[in-house]
């Protein structure tokens, strides 16, 4: 039943999760106020069970506080837990060469740095969205200077130490231009515009990715988008490749171009397709695209974030499409999704679920697990629900 | 039972699994005659998913063929199975600054290079075995120059390339005494007060690990073997406490220190009694010692190394201690491993089972499994059942 009530219901739903269940829960057990930033390895309860900061983690927290505050409602809080992040992260996260850690100590002394780009990716999240909440624009100058960093270093990753061998096949992953095309609109904000020559450049090296004779899309893949017979070339992750389909839609919609808005939302009905686990429900971690066993030990376990991408993916589809099976593949992932994630004893919600989807990682926050991808989608779908339900 | 009857039936089970299931497999399906080395990404059914040839499992093999040929019989087939590994590994796995590739291709070009030191670790225990399977002493001069470079840098990591950050705080892991204690066996052959010293200092730093008052083999500690209480801290993983176990014991008899075989066989017990699963049976792969979930997304899977481990490690400590708990405690693994990793349809085992004992992964070989722990374990409790049934 696709009407305004249905609509009405959902947004109320998504609404009161992500302001009653996720962001109190965060505002009440992350924030260190003695050193700035964010505790996020927290345990079932909201306890802290390792004190180190995490740098992904802390500049989607960062993101997310501004984001409410710009997008939601100016509450003061919103903007001094932002803040707490932002000036922690300036202070503490990035080196002269801009490179930023991967993870720092309680007070900010460098624990590890990873031969990737991410962290530069979340650092330049949390200081462009917070530039729009403080309307300081000195970090809006430092998200641009680091941004810029980022696009020299992410088409040679030797730039950022990761070593280079005789015998590997060459080869691009989807990672690389997929964050980076959701950065740009994170930066550019409602300045699209500005970064429409550098998008149409991350969409053309995404879409070596999408595989339309098999409908699938690899994680890795030749330069030239051919397919590699290896563990890594045959490698799915259904819902990254899912959440890849939603940032390419955001991008499809500005550039009013039809045909790569059907290829976004086919990447995510695709990616679903082959991700769902038909014996115990819920989107399997990793395939192979031949169907030999995944190398990732992990790969049956169901994890928070690809079903929370998938929720906003699927209604985003159908918001464009009005497709009933596009309606449905939201009502089937919310299904699971409520049914299985949410911990109602202690607030917010778990997210390593074994196959069958039982708990097998009872933290609510860990190394990879933050206060981003459930408050981004469940803010994501409110948003959209609230047009839906106008139409 | 306890009797001679029994341990001549386990006897005959345990070499018949080695020599007419385990070893055959290899034999038929690893070979790459036409470049040398060994294929060891082996589907279920033997045939091959991806033809990169780690090198760990190269060095291994060559191990395990070598020390059949000279403990089991000469099959001129097993030397030349040896061959082809060790001057496959001479050729093309190491470097002129003496670190040894992580992986090769089928052909022999570098495709990955860890910032650790056990790749050269077993392309040393090849060098060794091998250097007594041929009869030819420069494979031994090639082992004990490339320990010597290994027991430089294992003081100091940052030798290898790893980065070192003003937060760490200073730890060492158990991985790295514990194999270099297993390498001088090795290298050592039948001459042990070669590298007594060397062993002692191994023995010193292991200790440092056992917490006694706990019960607990810590993987990391400070270099006073504090407990350390972060993730890593923490982290206990069972099979390998076991299996540093039965590492130790093995010296301490040479040693002739009969309070150290008992550090040793507690090790093997304290392990075995915190990591057997008492819900659905097997050893956990990881737990925190504190209770926490693990942050390894896989600590609830059965592996097949910590079960065969502990079939050795229990034996050995029954065969010391003639205590009626080793010997359940061997029984009682016997039976999980023999019910749950053998593969009677293909031939050879299972290596990754899922928390109820279902198999998650397929292959036989990959990355990380190949013609190693099985063999060996098969191997060293066939040796030891002999002996008890002389007794």
Known sequence: MTNAATFFKYKQLYKSELLENIIPFWEKHSIDRVNGGYFNCLDRDGSIYDRRKNVWLQGRQVWMFSRLYNTVEKRPEWLEIARLGAEFLKKHAIRPDRRVYFSVTETGAPLGMQRKIFSECFYVMAMAEYARASGEQRWMDEATLELEKIWQWSSDLTKVGRPSFAGEP???????????????????????KKYEAEARECIRRMLLHVHTDQETVFEMVAPDGAFI????????????????????????QYLNNPQLAETAQNMVRWSFARGWDKEHGGI????????????????????????????????????????????????????????HFPDRTHGEWFGYLDREGKVSQRFKGGPYKGCFHIPRALWLCWRLFEKLEKV
Do not use: C
């Open 229 to 252: 017979d290896t563990i890594e070339g045959r490698t799915l992750n259904p819902g990254h490749a899912i959440e890849a389909g939603w940032f390419l839609l955001h991008w499809a």
């Open 170 to 192: 060459a080869a691009q992953s989807l990672a690389i231009p997929m964050i980076l095309l959701n950065l740009l609109e994170v930066v550019a904000g409602d300045n699209l």
């Open 284 to 339: 399997l971690y990793f395939l192979d695209s031949r169907g030999y066993s995944p190398s990732q030990l992990e790969w049956p376990m169901k994890l928070w974030w690809p079903h929370v991408e998938a929720l906003y993916a699927h209604l985003l589809n159908y918001s464009v499409s009005k497709r009933a099976d596009d309606w449905a593949a939201f009502e089937k992932t919310h299904e699971y999704t409520f049914k």
